[in-house]
C-alpha cells in the first residue's frame, strides 16, 4: 500500500532543493560521506573495500587533469558547475522494501533527478510491481556503504561537470569527439545506473517495460545498443554502421562482434579490478529468486577509475543493463522506436565468475528472448538516454 504523504514529502524537498540536501546530508549523525562504516542497521560492510590490485582508492583516474575542471577536461578560465557529491539519508539501510523505495526516490527529489510531477509517475510505476527496487532487503549484502564510495571519490579527486547541453542532472553528452562539439551532441546518457546518483546503490529486478516506463517518466528513453557501446568506447558511431538492418538479429550480432573494436571503457586492456567486480552470491543463490538472491551491489561510482572518457560510470561491474537493440532504421529510439530487449555489461562478481565477454561493443545472444519485455533480475538494472534538439 502506498504511502500518502511521501508525494507531499517530494513536493517539498523539490522546492527546498540544497537547502533539504544539506540539511539532511547527515541522516541524523555526525558522520559524513567519508565515514568509514554504515548505521547499526545496516548490511553494508562496514570495512573499506580494497579494489583487486589491493589498493583501498584507485591511484590514477581516466581523462584527469590538473586545473579547475578537474576529471573533465583541462583547465580554463572560469571554474565549470560542478555536479553535487552527497546524498541525504546517507546511512538509511531499510529493512523494509517500501522504506527502500521510499528513501531512493526522497534522494532523487533531492538532488534534482526530477520534478514533483515526474517522481509522482515513478513512484506509482514502482509501486505498481512487486519487486522493483535496490535488492531484497532481507538478504542483500553490499560490499561497501555509501559514504566509503564518496571517500574513494574525494581521494580520487573526482569531481564530475554539469553539462549544459543535457539540462539534466548527471547525464552527459555523446557524440563522435573527431567530428563533433558538444554543444551539438543529439542524446544524452545517465552516468549512474538508474537512480542516477552518485554513490547510491542501482536498482535492480526491474524489466525492461518498466525501465522503459521509468526513463519516459524522467523525460527520457531507454538506450539503444549503438549508444550504450559508443559511452562506452568514448565515440559515438552513426547508427547505420552499427546496425546490419536488414538481416535477422543473429546475423547483426555475429558482423557486429566479427568487426568490433575491442576496448573497455578505461582503456584497450582488460581489467576487472578496476570496476564494481568483487563482491559475491548470497549463499543459497544458484540461478535466481528473490528470496534467494541478493543484490549485492557496489554504490555506482564507486571505482573512479571505471568510467570512460565521456565520463559515464559503471558501463562493466556493479549491475548488468537493459536497452534496445533496433532492427530496422524506424526502431531507433530517437525516432521514436524501439528494437528487441537487449542486455549489455557484466556484474557485481566478475573478479570471479566471468559469465561471458564485457568489452564496449560486444553484443550478447538474445537471452530471455522467450520472456520479451518480462525478464528482470537480482543483478540486472539499467540507465536512461535523452535526445537533446538544437534550437
Known amino acids: 500500500m502506498l504511502r500518502p504523504p511521501l508525494l507531499v514529502e517530494v ?220 559511452a562506452c568506447a568514448g565515440t559515438l558511431r552513426p547508427p547505420e554502421k552499427e546496425y546490419a538492418f536488414g538481416q535477422p538479429r543473429s546475423a547483426m550480432r555475429n558482423l557486429h562482434n566479427r568487426d568490433r573494436e575491442i576496448r573497455w571503457a578505461y582503456g584497450p586492456k582488460k581489467d576487472h579490478g578496476k570496476c564494481a567486480t568483487g563482491s559475491r552470491r548470497s549463499k543459497r543463490c544458484t540461478a535466481s529468486g528473490w528470496k534467494v538472491c541478493g543484490s549485492n551491489s557496489y554504490p555506482a561510482g564507486s571505482f573512479p577509475e571505471c568510467r570512460s572518457s565521456f565520463g559515464v560510470y559503471d558501463l562493466h561491474g556493479n549491475v548488468a543493463e537493459h536497452m534496445a537493440l533496433p532492427e530496422k532504421p524506424e526502431e531507433l529510439g530517437s525516432r521514436g522506436g524501439f528494437g528487441e530487449p537487449e542486455m549489455k555489461g557484466s556484474w557485481f562478481i566478475f573478479s570471479s565468475y566471468e559469465a561471458h565477454e564485457d568489452d564496449c561493443r560486444w553484443r550478447a545472444p538474445a537471452w530471455h528472448a522467450n520472456e520479451g519485455k518480462n525478464h528482470s533480475n537480482y543483478h540486472l538494472g539499467f540507465r536512461c538516454c535523452k535526445d537533446v534538439r538544437s534550437e
Open 11 to 230: 513536493t517539498l524537498v523539490v522546492a527546498l532543493g540544497a537547502s533539504v540536501l544539506g540539511g539532511c546530508s547527515r541522516s541524523g549523525t555526525e558522520s559524513g560521506p567519508g565515514s568509514a562504516s554504515a548505521s547499526a542497521g545496516s548490511r553494508a560492510a562496514s570495512a573499506s573495500a580494497p579494489s583487486a590490485s589491493g589498493s583501498a582508492v584507485p591511484s590514477t583516474r581516466p581523462g584527469a587533469t590538473s586545473g579547475p575542471s578537474g576529471i573533465d577536461g583541462g583547465a580554463s578560465a572560469q571554474a565549470p558547475e560542478l555536479e553535487p557529491e552527497e546524498l541525504p539519508e546517507i546511512e538509511l539501510m531499510p529493512e523494509s522494501l517500501d522504506e527502500q523505495r521510499h528513501a531512493m526516490l526522497r534522494r532523487m527529489a533531492a538532488l534534482g533527478v526530477g520534478n514533483a510531477e515526474q517522481l509522482g509517475t515513478v513512484e506509482k510505476i514502482i509501486f505498481a510491481t512487486k519487486h522493483l527496487a535496490q535488492g531484497n532487503p532481507q538478504i542483500t549484502e553490499h560490499p561497501m556503504t555509501r559514504q566509503q564510495c564518496f571517500e574513494r571519490r574525494r581521494v580520487a579527486g573526482v569531481r564530475d561537470e554539469k553539462k549544459p547541453r543535457c539540462a539534466a542532472p548527471f547525464m552527459v553528452p555523446l557524440l563522435d569527439p573527431a567530428a563533433e562539439r558538444e554543444d551539438a551532441a543529439r542524446v544524452c546518457i545517465d552516468r549512474y545506473e538508474f537512480p542516477g546518483l552518485p554513490c547510491e546503490y542501482p536498482v535492480t529486478w526491474v524489466t525492461t517495460a518498466q525501465a522503459q516506463e521509468l526513463c519516459k517518466a524522467l523525460g527520457k528513453r531507454l538506450c539503444d545498443a549503438h549508444e550504450w557501446e559508443g
